[in-house]
Every structure is written in structure tokens, then in C-alpha cells.
């Protein structure tokens, strides 16, 4: 029995938060966990910059569903669901995904959860576990899977290590200097290719 586990943003879809960046204007919000190792350090920046500038749910919302799904990314998914079990393992939120999963064909989705104030402004997030994404990995092997797990960013890196497969999908050159352990794909039909061969 196997498991593919992938990532959602860079994967399948665009990063929302380059999206938000890009309508708000604030050029601070396109760091993202490819450029910034520690997440928490990157959520409570961003966060920070939404309070300052007065950017609530509802306009991060709007933005996220003109967002859709990478060019490829349905075709790729629909390989995945015809041939194995898919779960799509993501450090977004539950109140983000909704559009991103309805355009995805409703996948399978571990996710973490905003904290929202009476004025829909973002003052938190809650981690549905500590390295949720490894720890979901390490979880399907104890139940007898062979899990293959794909990412972008270093947010990442850990689920790749815990997988019995572990492979790079379009990340950051840095990303892939400093883990040439993983094999590295920038287009779906490659990395299709590879999954043939290791995929039962």
C-alpha cells in the first residue's frame, strides 16, 4: 500500500500569498517559505503587516479565488487519484482553501487554522500539530503505507526526509544546492516520468 502526499502552493497551485501581495501592494507579504526557513517567524510577519495596514480576512479571501490552480496541476492530480491514494498536506488555513480546494476537485486536505477577531482581522494562527507535515508522514508508515511526498519550500524538507520518497517539485535553486539528495522536477510530465518508476 502507498501514499502520495504533496504540498498545495507551488505544487498545484500559485502562492496565495504572492496573489495578496500583489493586489494589496504590499510587496513585504511576497516572502514566503521559500525564502524563510522558520515559519513562525514568517506568519507573525506577515500578520504584522496586515494589522498595520488594515488588511482583514475577507480581502485576503477575495483574492484567493481569482487564484487558480497551476497550469497542468488538475491532469497531474487526476494521474495521481487513478493510480494511488492522494493527501495534500499544506501549511495554509482552513479559512483560505475552500476555493483552492472546490478548483482541485475536493482532495483530501490536512491544513492549520487562522485566529480571527470580531473585525476579521488575523491576530494568529493555530498549527493543527508541531511539524504537522513530517509527523503526517511518520503517521501514514505506521499504518503500513509507503509514502511518497512532494514539496517546494523548506517548510517542506521535512516530510521529504520522513517519506520513503521524497522529491522537489519547482523549488528554489538554494533549496536544491542544499538538498541535491532529493531529485528535482520543474514539470509535471517528468516528474510523472519518475513517479512510473516507483509508484506500484
Known sequence: MQIVCLDLEGVLTPEVWLAVADRTGLRELRLTT???????VLMKKRISILSDHGVGLPQIQE??????????????????RHRTQVVILSDTFRQFAVPLMKKLGW?????NE??????NMITGYKLRQAEGKRMAVRAFKSLGFRVIASGDSYN????????????????????????????????Y????????????
Request: charged share 25%; hydrophobic share 40%.
Open 189 to 200: 510530465a517528468d516528474f510523472c516520468g519518475f513517479l512510473e518508476s516507483i509508484l506500484e
Open 114 to 119: 487562522l485566529e480571527i477577531d470580531p473585525d
Open 63 to 80: 483574492v484567493i479565488a481569482t487564484v487558480d490552480p497551476l497550469d497542468g496541476a488538475l491532469d497531474f492530480l487526476d494521474y495521481l
Open 107 to 111: 482532495p483530501t486536505l490536512f491544513c
Open 156 to 187: 517542506d524538507l521535512g516530510m521529504l526526509e520522513e517519506a520513503d520518497h521524497g522529491i522537489l517539485f519547482r523549488p528554489p535553486e538554494s533549496i536544491v544546492s542544499s538538498h541535491s539528495n532529493f531529485p528535482a522536477f520543474s514539470e
Open 34 to 40: 521559500r525564502d524563510i526557513a522558520d515559519y513562525d
